[in-house]
């Protein structure tokens, strides 16, 4: 069985947890089983792809739509649309430098919904079946319009939709056909059960309780919240320690940097950290370390994750620390027993509450033993949904199913040399059978 070509579209430079999941679901594929190809703007992802041997075409930008919860079009936002206009031209070139480069694919995969326009090109200028990874929650009720024209084209261009988890697939159209694959999730070489918090040192009557916050550092994330959820706890004589890792998502110096920042699109959010832990003399509590790939060392550092995102879903980190035994706070409102149990694998708390989020940490402070437990109940939980090797099979079983109703002709791979195109599926039907 040859291997299946497939061209991933990843419509973000900044390398993050969508880029992650991305990278390990294509190194966790059978050996020999897919043939990867990438488009992606230039940056970080761009530089690992290429680290890694995949072949990688850089482009300015790629241009995207964004109808997520959090970030879409309203108010000053739609002037956006303008830079993604400005980048239809180079994501029309790279498509066609790819068609050009590779021939014909079997597939393309396009790793996030908000490049929907990458959707259409790939459709009419490679004629292949196409997947749409949905990793966001999207927003229905504030933008019905918006909405009705991405489920258009999910209906008429794409073949098949991916959502991360339930929450996600709840955002989309029940009558469209939907698999729910979780991310896949390296695991961690540390696999046994973490102790209590240290008891060594006390405070208030409460153990030394290690709180971390992983990932780019964007307003939207929560960072804010959490620093002030710092501040509190400290205020409150909690015997806490506080740490934050990650980095700012983009260069804002210079000119066009300082526009972004005048319009509101884009802050320098670690020099508001410094100042903030400056501010509120938090230096000996909280601390501030750079973007690391070797996350798993951060996780043995820590005992609870937090999560303070204000996009109202659960985010990868926090699954990431649940196989070290490491419980979440996460701001959610309507959780789903796929990625988080409140009360059982962590504690969900109101988005935008950084009171909400010190009362969570004063709780775990203040009962050690709920952090074994609640860690205990998460890597349960992440064996269960996010085995790497298993969902990645998952996304195979997709392409081969779509490649039986659409088989490539005969086609040239590398040296030139034809081989037929057919793809055998892993189970009968015309029909996908939905995760």
Known sequence: MRPISVLYIHPVGAFGGASRSLLEMIGAFPSGRVRPYVITPRGGVAALCKRKGIPTIETRGLSQFDNTRYGYYRGIRWLLLLREVCFLPFTLLAIVKARIRWSMVDAIHVNELTGISTVVLCKLIFRRPIVVHVRSVQECEKSPRRTSWINFVLRHFADAVV??????????PRDLNVYVVHNGLAQSANTEPRGEPDTS????GSNLLRVAMVGNLLKMKGVYDFVEAARLCIARNLNVEFLIVGSNTR?????????????GFGRDVQADIDRMIREHRLEKRLRLLPFTLDVHEVYRSMDVLCFPSHLNAVGRPVLEAALSHIPGIVAITQPDSDTIIDGQTGICVEPRSPTALADAIEYFCRHPEEVRRMGEMAYKLAIEHFDIQKNALRILQIYEEHLIEHPPRTRCIGNGAAVDGRVSATSPGKRPVRF
């Open 251 to 263: 260069d804002l110096k210079g000119v066009m940097g300082l526009l972004i920042k005048i319009a």
């Open 201 to 204: 040192n006390q405070s208030a």
């Open 163 to 172: 959502a991360i988890d339930q929450t996600v697939q709840r955002s989309l």
